[in-house]
T-cell receptor, first 113, second 110 residues
């Protein structure tokens, strides 16, 4: 079955360490996204990519980096430059054509101690 | 101003009540998604709509393309429906870029 997989579900890291969150899809979707959610807040766009080897910054890209070397994969690295990395991170993918199909990962809860 | 807006931000209901959550968008969309997030939980996709109405159990989602408005209804609400409900529009002019509403926090009291 096609789907989108985010891993891990829970992640703990020490302050000052970079950490990479995984997002993989086998839906042949062109577009992939990363969002961040803080407690009691809505989802905010970090980065998105609509085609392989290309990506754009969202509203809160500072302290994050991404790559899109393969259509199936869109890993997010939370760098030590991110001041408050503890949050819930959501990956999504979608078709860029007219059909409007989108799938959502389960999310990763990152806690930096 | 966000392209996708939800109301209300918070909603409290008694068990058994009918609940309506609204989502309005200001730009053309190819589809609208409704999602559910339980406290401390991940995201669950409920519906994808491009027209009309969909029903799944006690949940009903409707969309009016002309009015740029969608609603999510919960019939005979139950405490286990307590969650954050989020709508997300796929913005046509931006290549179907996903844009989320701010979410509606629903609490159903027994």
């Amino acid at each position: 079955d096609g789907g989108i997989t985010q891993s891990p579900k829970y992640l703990f890291r020490k302050e000052g360490q970079n950490v990479t969150l995984s997002c993989e899809q086998n839906l042949n979707h062109d577009a992939m996204y990363w969002y961040r959610q803080d407690p009691g807040q809505g989802l905010r766009l970090i980065y998105y990519s609509q085609i392989v080897n290309d990506f754009q910054k969202g509203d809160i890209a500072e302290g994050y980096s991404v790559s899109r070397e393969k259509k199936e994969s869109f890993p997010l690295t939370v760098t030590s430059a991110q001041k408050n990395p503890t949050a819930f991170y959501l990956c999504a993918s979608s078709i860029t054509g007219s059909r409007g199909e989108a799938f959502f990962g389960q999310g990763t809860r990152l806690t930096v101690v | 101003k966000n392209e996708v807006e939800q109301s209300p931000q918070n909603l409290t209901a008694q068990e058994g009540e009918f609940i309506t959550i609204n989502c309005s968008y200001s730009v053309g969309i190819s589809a609208l998604h409704w999602l559910q997030q339980h406290p401390g939980g991940g995201i669950v996709s409920l519906f994808m709509l491009s027209s009309g109405k969909k029903k799944h159990g006690r949940l009903i989602a409707t969309i009016n393309i002309q009015e740029k408005h969608s609603s999510l209804h919960i019939t005979a609400s139950h405490p286990r429906d307590s969650a954050v409900y989020i709508c997300a529009g796929m913005i046509k002019a931006a290549g179907n870029k996903l844009t989320f509403g701010g979410g509606t926090r629903v609490l159903v009291k027994p």
